[in-house]
């Protein structure tokens, strides 16, 4: 393979990458826990914060707290699975790079 052709597929796969990422970017993720729901988009960024208070006695801040964080966290492991997927093809099997 000349030099050329695999500059050309470098571009390419660059390319490809890129709008790969993208796509995740533009994807929303839910995490539930309990009462909360978050949404967040593929960038990481926290859309909305969905609170079940019904069912929410105001004693009960210390376990919105945590039920916010494993809503967020939640959220936040569905993206980079997704990441790891989609880019994994262009890793070829080299995890944590994204």
């Keep these: 393979m000349n030099m050329q052709a695999m500059m050309q597929q470098a571009k390419k796969l660059q390319k490809d990458m890129l709008e790969t990422?993208?796509?995740?970017?533009?994807?929303?993720?839910t995490g539930k826990s309990s009462l909360?729901?978050?949404?967040?988009?593929?960038?990481?960024e926290v859309l909305s914060v969905s609170i079940?208070?019904?069912?929410?006695d105001k004693e009960e801040v210390e376990m919105l707290q945590d039920m916010i964080m494993v809503a967020?966290?939640?959220?936040?492991?569905?993206i980079d699975k997704v990441t790891e997927?989609?880019?994994g093809v262009y890793t070829k099997g080299m995890p944590g790079l994204f």
């Design 72 to 78: 967020v966290n939640d959220c936040l492991r569905q």
């Design 21 to 29: 990422q993208k796509k995740i970017e533009a994807m929303n993720f």
């Design 85 to 87: 997927e989609k880019m």
């Design 52 to 56: 079940d208070a019904e069912s929410l």
């Design 36 to 44: 909360v729901t978050v949404e967040m988009n593929g960038k990481k």
